[in-house]
């Protein structure tokens, strides 16, 4: 299993390049799948959404599909993630996206597609391959519960380690050191606390930190 576990995306040459050896192709040979669904329930502004999607488009990949799990049916979707080579989950509302990859019937499909593809996640899709979703923004959470009803605690367990993106982030201010360290007493495993310049690397179970920015490791 082959997993790039970013903060922000590909935001800069390290983790671009750290993708085409995770896949094994050049970049006009690697068909993407860009899944949007965590960014749909809010209103907020959406710059950083049209940024990912420009810093693929930079790469010259062969194919960049977008693929809304929630907004197709899964004989439209399913295709089109086993013809990837990529899939990309975009940022947002962590539950949002963990209850359509639920819905949907994703979940029940990753192991499989997991063995030949790269799966890469952008903060809420970073933070779902966790055993649970207890650092996702709080913030968020109550605000998804209230409108929508759901609320989810487990994560997909794709790794046993935790993701705490947007590290000092100035659009982020929980994202401090002595908050996460806060937060983080709350579980006993690893948590990797990673700026917008920085992803965790994972091939069949080893973990590399990588990037060009600054992280902090917890309950090492």
């Known amino acids: 299993m082959k997993l790039l576990l970013t903060s922000a995306g590909l935001k800069n040459k390290t983790l671009t390049k750290a993708l085409l050896d995770m896949v094994g192709k050049p970049a006009e040979e690697i068909n993407i799948a860009f899944i949007p669904t965590a960014m749909n329930p809010t209103g907020t502004d959406k710059t950083w959404f049209i940024d990912n999607l420009y810093e693929l488009r930079q790469q010259k990949y062969k194919?960049?599909?977008i693929v809304d799990i929630?907004?197709?049916?899964?004989?439209?979707w399913q295709p089109r993630l086993e013809n990837a080579d990529v899939l990309f989950f975009s940022g947002g509302t962590t539950t949002h996206l963990?209850?359509?990859v639920e819905k949907s019937g994703l979940k029940e499909l990753l192991p499989e597609l997991l063995k030949?593809?790269?799966w890469i996640g952008v903060s809420a899709g970073s933070i779902i391959t966790?055993?649970?979703l207890v650092l996702s923004d709080r913030n968020k959470v109550f605000w998804y519960k209230e409108k929508f009803g759901y609320e989810a605690k487990a994560g997909l367990g794709l790794v046993d380690f935790y993701i705490c993106p947007h590290l000092n982030s100035p659009n982020h201010l929980k994202r401090r050191k002595e908050l996460i360290a806060e937060a983080g007493r709350e579980i006993s495993q690893i948590?990797?606390?990673i700026d917008d310049q920085m992803a965790v690397k994972v091939i069949n179970?080893?973990?590399?930190v990588i990037g060009e920015g600054e992280y902090?490791?917890?309950n090492k």
Do not use: H, Q, R
């Not at 179970?205 to 590399?208: P, Q, T």
């Open 98 to 100: 963990m209850y359509w």
């Open 70 to 76: 929630s907004a197709l049916p899964k004989w439209n």
């Open 63 to 65: 194919l960049i599909d």
């Open 116 to 118: 030949t593809k790269v």
């Open 216 to 218: 902090i490791v917890f």
């Open 205 to 208: 179970g080893k973990v590399e």
């Open 130 to 132: 966790s055993p649970t």
């Open 191 to 193: 948590v990797y606390a």
